[in-house]
């Protein structure tokens, strides 16, 4: 099985299992239910995105409060991948400043947490749908969409950032 697709699998059980949070996406309460500590600091950089630790007891997850709640959604979601698949490796830690970042890792929180919130089943549909009115039909668009672009509609729905949608697009465009 290739990588994306066993991915998207884990995925899949992963919001199987806890669909509270993709659901209500209240982050505070859903760590606290599931013994996970959760702490939200103002780095200096908005590039800073957040760190997991995974403990014997209770993980650790650090999210920048600098960043919009879309982002730092995200950005829970990403290191929840990592407490969660990457739970059996040597690293303890993850974080998005470390520069000994292991890229398949990344890889793995980035693109997992793209599909737990856009999942490309229901992603792909809307996009083609919502392509086809914004190419063929600019007047329909208009009265329904206004000058929002096919990029804010989307990430309209899904309740994510425009960045986000963007990659989607990238990494589901093959």
Not at 125 to 134: D, H, N, S
Request: glycine share 4%.
């Amino acid at each position: 099985m290739n990588a994306k697709a066993s991915l998207y699998q884990f995925i899949e059980g992963l919001r199987n299992q806890y669909p509270t949070i993709y659901y209500d996406r209240d982050i505070e309460s859903f760590c606290n239910k599931n013994n996970i500590a959760l702490f939200v600091k103002e780095f200096d950089s908005n590039g800073i995105c957040g760190a997991a630790c995974i403990g014997k007891n209770c993980d650790t997850i650090i999210l920048n409060g600098k960043r919009t709640q879309k982002e730092m959604f995200f950005d829970f979601i990403h290191e929840f991948i990592h407490t969660r698949k990457h739970r059996q490796k040597d690293i303890r830690e993850f974080a998005c400043f470390d520069k000994k970042q292991n890229s398949f890792l990344e890889w793995e929180a980035n693109e997992g947490a793209a599909e737990f919130l856009v999942r490309f089943k229901l992603f792909i549909p809307t996009f083609c749908e919502l392509y086809e009115i914004y190419t063929n039909n600019p007047d329909e668009w208009k009265l329904k969409f206004g000058t929002r672009s096919i990029i804010q509609e989307l990430a309209n729905r899904f309740n994510v950032t425009d960045m986000i949608v963007l990659n989607r697009i990238k990494n589901l465009s093959y």
